[in-house]
């Protein structure tokens, strides 16, 4: 007999569309639609600041899948349209052409949206930010046109469309408040080797800097100096599309964003989260996580998509996070916090940083240059192997011979456990 359950997605972007692939194929045989307010087939964000921002990439590159992939799924798609509220008594939502439509399962897959500037003059002067098509390709167009670049905000996203103007050869400056680059993301010594990447590049930076004001003639900082510009960007981070699930009760983070369980069920058994809407409680430790990456949105459309097919996600994975700038790529594996001790491998194209726990195990892993020893780490993390700063650093050692037997093959010396005691 078919499945009479239906499950709704709000939300179809990347973890939306790929909790209904994944619910599909993993069995779900009841009926499956996707909602979306975007009016175009759901895509992938990180070209937008990336090919898509230089013109060398369009949509069809970043299409996650075709319209006749969903349908060959079952998957129906209603975009360009909003969900405005959900009734949970009920099991409906509402839709912003008025429809009702009931479910069995829902998936809160909104994401999140740009942070904006609120200081004077934001309201009256054109500032552009990037989270979706639309701005990216009004941002592309203003970058080709302008002559004077102002970023404000230093972080990922920042940086990546700074390296995007400079390479179309425009004047850059980066404005941040923190007295560093990628304050919330990166150690300091990871942050420093991006900051002269950045400024090798010919971007100049105001580090320590506010906004005080934006117009016409471009941004006044907090000194009262001004960074002439005719184009400004805010990149000054992302809040979480939680107010449908605010406004139906279901329990979020103080910080924003949904509190889901290991499989992204909410406080609502029949509700889940996923992408970068979702916050993770880690049991342990007790820190909550809402991750803004692409691997994050796979993996808990994944395991979230699964459980709602009534499969288990027995798969273990390690947040992951790449972006590309100046013309290279920097990989990010595991997460950062304090209290990691920071070694720093040469060699390659540039640098790998290694943040080791209070164990001496590898916890965060920034490459700038040696794919091939975050590959290594990643096994090593996986096994929670301790290993001394002296090893990492030693170029002599192949970091990818150091598993459990491999490991014999190396010095005894090389090979003691960090932190040495006494
Ligand atoms: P989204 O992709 O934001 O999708 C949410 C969708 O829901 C949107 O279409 C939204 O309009 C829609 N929606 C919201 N509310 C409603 C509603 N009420 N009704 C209907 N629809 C609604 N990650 C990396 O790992 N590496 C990178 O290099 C990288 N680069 C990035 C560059 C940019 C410019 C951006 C913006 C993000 C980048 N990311 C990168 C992050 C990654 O793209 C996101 O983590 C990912 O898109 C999250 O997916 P999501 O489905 O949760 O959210």
């Known amino acids: 007999p078919e499945d009479p359950r239906a499950l709704l997605i709000v939300g179809a972007g990347q973890a939306g569309v ?45 299409t996650i899948y075709s319209a006749a992939e969903l349908d060959a799924l079952k998957i129906e798609l209603l975009n360009g349209i909003q969900v405005s509220g959900v009734d949970r008594k009920a099991r409906r939502v509402s839709l912003s052409d008025g429809r009702q439509l009931s479910y069995d399962m829902l998936v809160l897959a909104t994401g999140a949206r740009a942070r904006e500037l609120s200081v004077t003059g934001s309201d009256e002067t054109s500032l552009f930010y990037l989270r979706n098509l639309r701005h990216a390709k009004s941002l592309g167009e203003a970058l080709r046109k302008a002559t004077q670049v102002a970023v404000i905000g230093g972080g990922f996203i920042g940086l990546e469309i700074a390296s995007a103007a400079r390479k179309l050869g425009k004047h850059v400056t980066v404005i941040e408040a923190a007295a560093r680059l990628m304050g919330r993301l990166l150690p300091e010594e990871a942050a420093g080797y991006m900051q002269e990447l950045a400024v090798a590049n010919g971007v100049a930076l105001e580090l320590g800097h506010t906004t005080a004001a934006v117009s016409r003639e471009g941004v006044m900082l907090d000194d009262g100096r001004m960074v002439a510009a005719d184009c400004i960007v805010v990149g000054i981070g992302a809040v979480p599309n939680d107010a449908l699930a605010r406004e139906a009760g279901l329990a979020v983070a103080e910080r924003g964003g949904i509190l889901v369980n290991p499989i992204g069920r909410t406080s609502d058994p029949a509700i889940y989260a996923v992408g970068d809407v979702a916050v993770h409680r880690d049991e342990i430790s007790g820190r909550e996580h809402r991750l803004e990456s692409w691997q994050n949105a796979n993996l808990t459309a994944r ?38 001790t920071l070694v720093r491998r040469d060699g390659g194209q540039a640098p790998v940083f290694f943040g080791l726990n209070e164990e001496g195990s590898i916890e965060l892993v920034v490459d700038f240059g040696q794919p091939k020893a975050i590959q290594a780490a990643r096994s090593l993390m996986l096994e929670g192997t301790e290993l001394s700063p002296a090893l990492l650093t030693d170029r002599d050692v192949d970091l990818s011979q150091l598993n459990e037997d491999d490991m014999k093959t190396i010095p005894l010396e090389k090979r003691f456990v960090w932190p040495a005691t006494g």
């Open 303 to 340: 395991s979230t998509g699964m459980a709602i097919a009534g499969a288990a996600d027995h798969s273990i994975d390690l947040p992951w996070f790449w972006s590309d700038l100046f013309g290279g790529t920097v990989q990010m594996l595991g997460q950062m916090r304090d209290g990691l």
């Open 18 to 62: 790929e909790t209904a692939v994944a619910a599909r194929q993993n069995g779900f045989a009841g009926t499956i639609t996707l909602i979306g307010d975007e009016p175009v087939l759901p895509y992938e964000r990180p070209p937008l600041s990336k090919g898509m921002l230089m013109g060398e990439s369009g949509l069809d590159e970043a």
